[in-house]
């Protein structure tokens, strides 16, 4: 075969921070370099980095951080041969497919690949020397090589954790011609990025179009993947177990937890692989990662197409923390900006009196953060120079205070009006939305709706946008509407405004509570999995329901990633059952819910039109808000889930951090009318501790306990009547 160098020589491909690369110039891949890791990277940090290499194998590069390597075979066309979990052995990859495929104006192209593979099931590196390429695909045309690039721009809080800003690593880009004779002048990019110490790669695709027309793009997938089933069945299933990766992307809605909002993500039947045991060939063991509709884009001439991001970790184990640990250190380095996790209090009035003396109780109790809530009159969407005035004078006095200001705003449930509103493609009428009625985004109304968003964080100095409702992949059959031409490219335009908006915020540093799974476009929170109906549910209940909620949505959400809620005044009915004004009066209860959140770390809505209405209920916030602040650094880090509420005995999680002193955190609840006296045993091994700890209870005389072979500690507990203890835990030494 002829040996090939391989160098990009046209410019209209090169990236900005990315430089031409031949594959000599990179270093030789060396055993040590594909060895398991020798520490957990769940508990100490990665001393090797994601590099370039070449292999030694002509044609081939390995792009690999200790923890992963993926393998790419350069010639006769560029394909990915190789995908392997170093920390289990485990080669994911179990064939050779196309990098990427798009259909463009009718007629589909796969972009790069290998064909010739004599069995599907594995592959040798012998057989690639055998395989070809298809000439009808895109031909590989060279490749690049640099660091990672930010997304999108990011203006870091004070509060932020001290998280990297794009997450390091390794930007490798696969550059690729169209065949002319099919697609004349047109190019395509494939980009991966992996990074430092994660078990994570990303993934995306990019075309361009240099010839003299315009092209519409129908459809594309981003992301194939011949993955090693996980489990082998003869016999039809209505489950399968899938291969043990989790993959996500940007484009995700209509859910607050990654399952729910995953639009992308489909697992199924590989035709190809003709050697399985099922015998109908059903094994979902092939991996699309496409958008459901469209995009149906057109790209003009010289213009560029960038489709969502595709995130794929590789798991090393079936144990749900352990994968809910995996999942939360993939959330902190792909969007920081989850670690803000501000104290706020959900103000239910715009009377600039009111949010004023908001603005002084959240100051001396200590919050960080008022929201001029819904059902307070206040109109985010107003486009007047003089409204928004008497808000920027609170936001300047309330940033003084070190208190952040900023409001709330709808956009879905709720009609505009039929020019506007989403049209059913069954009906051909308004109605029938994902929340019944919602408008379209892609219009003249929805692009003046967010440009109004914007004019008002700007006049008013808001640093906070509640945005509730944001779009939840509606499709507009509308051929009308200014933002899109019909059915096919509805859901795509729409989205697209969506989280360039957000991104806009991001970068102004505006804190973003959005009620469903926008983390990977900008926003830092989201509902932690409460129902709100269960707020006007007596108080007694009210304290159960939310430590099942925090504990359940803390599985996949670190403790800064979701809200909760107290209804300082009523919210959904209930009366004075439910709720805490007159606060002083009821002081136990507002105690309980203060320890509930704060101790999970997780911060509530506190929803009315103050904190206190004395000193002694003044003097009870400050207390768990400085008790908070004291600990706060474990209290946002890591969950281990201990024991579930069931209201019938203890129940509590752990907080856990290897890097900082203060290495754990447990928090145990007793929602019972006696005392609980009972022994607890603590997992200890996520702290990093191996042999002994220093523990103290309360901010009581630290005593040392020495960890058991499971790295657990056994400690005698009393847990009062409806109340509750915490246990600190630190290093011994």
């Known amino acids: 075969m002829k040996t090939i160098t391989f160098l990009l020589v046209l410019n209209s491909l090169a990236g900005n921070s990315s430089t031409f690369q031949k594959i000599d110039d990179l270093p030789l891949l060396t055993p040590p370099d594909l060895e398991p890791p020798k520490a957990d990277w769940l508990v100490k940090p990665m001393s090797r980095k994601a590099s370039l290499y070449r292999s030694g194998r002509p044609h081939e590069i390995v792009l690999a951080n200790g923890l992963i390597a993926l393998t790419f075979r350069l010639s006769p066309n560029a394909a990915r041969s190789g995908f392997k979990n170093l920390s289990t052995g485990e080669s994911i990859l179990r064939a050779v497919t196309p990098e990427a495929k798009a259909v463009i104006d009718g007629e589909e192209f796969a972009i790069g690949g290998l064909v010739g593979q004599p069995d599907t099931a594995y592959l040798l590196p012998e057989w690639l020397d055998r395989m070809t390429g298809d000439p009808k695909?895109?031909?590989?045309?060279?490749?690049?090589?640099?660091?990672?690039?930010?997304?999108?721009?990011?203006?870091?809080?004070?509060?932020?954790?001290?998280?990297?800003?794009?997450?390091?690593?390794?930007?490798?880009?696969?550059?690729?011609?169209?065949p002319e004779a099919k697609a004349p002048g047109f190019e395509a990019t494939v980009h991966y990025e992996m990074y430092d110490g994660l078990p994570l790669l990303a993934k995306r695709l990019e075309l361009r179009n240099r010839g003299d027309r315009p092209v519409r793009l129908q459809r594309f997938t981003a992301e194939i993947l011949a993955a090693a089933e996980y489990e082998s069945a003869v016999d039809q299933r209505k489950e399968w177990r899938l291969p043990n990766l989790h993959v996500e992307s940007d484009y995700a809605f209509t859910g607050m937890d990654p399952t729910t909002a995953n639009h992308v993500v489909r697992w199924v039947p590989d035709p190809e692989y003709k050697t399985q045991v099922n015998y109908e060939l059903k094994t979902p063991a092939l991996l699309l990662c496409e958008p459901?509709?469209?995009?149906?884009?057109?790209i003009p001439p010289d213009g560029r197409f960038e489709s969502f991001q595709v995130f794929e970790l590789a798991l090393d184990s079936a144990e749900r923390e352990r994968k809910g640990l995996a999942m939360r250190r993939m959330y902190r380095a792909l969007a920081p900006w989850v670690s803000e996790n501000p104290l706020m209090l959900h103000l239910t009035s715009s009377d600039p009196k009111v949010i004023r003396g908001a603005i002084d109780q959240a100051a001396e109790a200590g919050f960080e953060m008022v929201i001029i809530s819904f059902w307070s009159g206040f109109n985010f969407e107003a486009d007047d120079p003089a409204y928004a005035k008497p808000y920027a004078e609170l936001a300047e006095y309330a940033g003084k205070k070190g208190i952040e200001l900023g409001g709330y705003s709808l956009f879905s449930s709720r009609s505009v009006g039929p020019e506007v509103d989403v049209i059913n493609p069954q009906t051909g009428k308004p109605g029938g939305a994902i929340f019944g009625s919602a408008p379209c985004l892609a219009t003249d109304w929805g692009k003046d709706y967010l440009g109004r968003l914007q004019k008002m964080i700007e006049r008013a100095g808001f640093s906070v946008l509640e945005h509730d409702g944001p779009y939840p992949g509606d499709r507009c059959a509308s051929s009308r509407h200014s933002g899109h031409r019909g059915l096919d490219d509805s859901q795509w335009s729409q989205w697209r405004r969506t989280v360039d908006f957000y991104k806009w915020c991001r970068g102004r540093g505006v804190h973003l509570n959005v009620p469903d799974w926008y983390f990977l476009s900008g926003s830092s929170k989201t509902g932690m999995g409460y129902r709100e109906n269960n707020w006007s549910l007596p108080r007694e209940q009210q304290m159960v329901h939310a430590r099942q909620n925090m504990f359940d949505g803390t599985w996949e959400k670190t403790p800064s990633m979701g809200w909760m809620l107290v209804p300082l005044v009523e919210y959904q009915g209930g009366g004075p059952a439910a709720t805490l004004e007159p606060l002083s009066e009821h002081l136990d209860d507002y105690e309980r819910h203060l320890s509930n959140f704060l101790g999970f770390g997780v911060q509530a809505c506190y929803r009315g039109p103050r904190l206190?209405?004395?000193?002694?209920?003044?003097?009870?916030?400050?207390?768990?808000?400085?008790?908070?602040?004291?600990?706060?650094?474990?209290?946002?880090?890591?969950?281990?889930?201990?024991?579930?509420a069931d209201g019938q005995g203890w129940d509590g999680i752990l907080h856990v951090n290897p890097g900082i002193e203060e290495r754990g955190l447990a928090f145990l609840y007793n929602p019972t009318a006696r005392e609980i006296a009972t022994a607890v045993a603590l997992p200890l091994y996520y702290t990093g501790l191996e042999e002994k700890a220093a523990v103290r209870l309360l901010d009581g005389p630290p005593a040392t306990f020495a960890l058991n072979r499971r790295y657990e500690i056994e400690l005698p507990v009393k847990i009062p009547a409806r109340g509750w203890t915490w246990i600190e835990i630190r290093d011994s030494r």
């Open 292 to 298: 459901p509709f469209g995009p149906d884009q057109e």
């Open 137 to 178: 695909t895109f031909q590989f045309a060279g490749f690049q090589a640099g660091k990672t690039e930010e997304r999108f721009p990011w203006k870091r809080k004070a509060r932020s954790a001290p998280l990297p800003w794009p997450p390091p690593g390794v930007h490798l880009a696969l550059h690729f011609r169209s």
């Open 612 to 644: 206190f209405d004395a000193d002694k209920t003044r003097d009870l916030v400050r207390k768990w808000v400085q008790f908070f602040k004291r600990h706060r650094a474990i209290l946002e880090s890591d969950v281990i889930h201990l024991r579930r």
